[in-house]
């Protein structure tokens, strides 16, 4: 296997779910930070999302702390918050998590309409009432994140209040917050993630790369298995080895001039920890050399 060169391109990010690192209770075997770090820094990247809370420590100046020990610049990262309940005020969660952004300068805060429960297995239909209350936080929340200095993205995913083509047409036309673009969570649900970008380019605030395996996608779409089930069974696939038009993809992202950040994130599930450079490590490596490539071929 041929290695990645420490020249990564600086708008290339890792993310620890890559690791198997997760909120979601019961995800599988959680592999320590400074491995995790570690093992980005190693395959030459210089910049990562945070995590779920957590993973790194909880004070915002520790967690810079311990980034920069890595030689990691944050990027800022996922942040699951209920939107959709009248009775429920979001943003001082949203706070600390700004505070962490700006302790450790990062920019991005990656918003996920999440339904209140654990996990993405099971996702209710909103009333209208309830997609009022949600678009309403969503643009509150940009303003004010903008009033620090922090863009905010919300993130279509599978299993939450933002899922299908319909779901994002229903944001694009009802608020102003920009998009997280993730590549696998729109297909595997049905959206075609190019389509959006080359509709809406200026929308495109933060980009998730992912492949899927779209028979995988099929069977969670139908419920015949479940989010979770599909993830630990390899939904996601390396770049490349999937159903995702990502050359496509890239091409309408650089296209439109998007100067955000490009997110290496793979979601797994582990049953243990991996031998040292092997699963998660080697993984990224290969979706890190394809990137690479892509973008070196439309340099």
Known sequence: MSEVSLSVPIRIAGAPISWGVCEVPGWGFQMPAERVLGEMRSLGLTATEFGPEGFLPDDPTQKALLLNEFGLRAVGGFLPVVLHEAEHDPLPEVDRFADACQAAGAGVVVLAAVTGGDGYDVRPELVDSQWKTLLTNLDALSAHLAGR???????????????????????????????????????????????????????????????????????????????????????????????????????????????????????VMLSQGPPAGEGPAADVRRCLQWLQDELGARA
Request: overall charge negative.
């Open 149 to 267: 200095g922090l863009l905010a993205v919300v993130h279509p995913h599978m299993g939450t209040l933002i899922e299908s083509d319909a779901d994002v047409r229903r944001v694009l036309e009802g608020s102003q917050i920009a998009l997280c673009i993730d590549t696998g969570h729109l297909v595997a649900a049905g959206a075609d993630p190019v389509a959006i970008t080359r509709a809406a380019p200026q929308r495109v605030g933060h980009v998730h790369l992912k492949d899927v395996d779209a028979a995988q996608a099929a069977r969670v779409v139908a419920g015949e298995i479940s989010f979770s089930q599909a993830v630990a069974e390899g939904l996601w696939t390396v770049l490349g080895q999937g159903s995702v038009d990502l050359g496509a993809m890239v091409e309408a992202l650089e296209g439109a001039g998007y100067q955000g950040w490009y997110v290496l994130e793979q979601d």
